[in-house]
């Protein structure tokens, strides 16, 4: 199992999209990641229920195999090929499309580690799925349980590489950092602008301001110094999840 660092993560994951952009067309637009995830990476996507209470959003397979989901007190097994990525069908309807992508740029980041893994070590995560044997979600999830915040390192980079982030602060803001208030507090131009430059590229408000502070773009404040609505310098479960 390989530790990759942040900068590692960010080297690989910009090897792939410019790999893959050689057939894109728009620049400065989001990241197709489904065409990433279908045609690039040739993953099987299906979306079905995968949980009663909507606790678990995707998953991936690496080999041929049974998966027990358990659904209203029963267990339901569905055969699925190799390479394939579950996500909760919820998604599709539940106006977040910010959280969907994110969830396919995450199990994108998982197989795409696990490729890069494979190719160094000459040892296929496959052989760790019997044939036949069929897995709960837990036992799917245990496997990459190590890798999550690589996933989710990599879903960042996918989906919000830093010349497509340098593009959207140039167009939206003319370029510069934004002042934060304590943890999310932004002026509300500044919130308006980080909103449209989210929507322009597809994500959540909350991946685009992880994303913002990874790279630079915020410049930190003490809370205290918030000089509008204080209540606005929290932003509400709503608008850090669409």
Known sequence: MQYLSKEMIEIIGEGVLADFRKTEVKAGHG?????????YLGLRQVDMKLSDRGTLLGLTTFGGIEVDLYLGGETKTVRLPR????????MLKDGKPGRRRFTIAHECGHQILYRTEEKKTGVSI?????PGQAYS?????????WYEWQANAMAAVLLM???????????FHGGGKFKCFGHFGLEPADRRCVCAMAEHIGVSLSAMMIRLRGLGYIEPRPAEGYKHNPIDIYMTAEDISK
């Open 161 to 171: 590489p830093k010349d497509l982030i340098a593009f959207v602060v140039d167009l």
């Open 137 to 145: 979600c837990r036992d799917l999830m245990r496997v990459s349980d």
């Open 31 to 39: 990241i197709d990641i489904e065409a990433l995830a279908g045609r």
């Open 83 to 90: 390479d394939t990525i579950l996500l909760e069908e919820a």
């Open 126 to 130: 496959r052989a760790r799925f019997a």
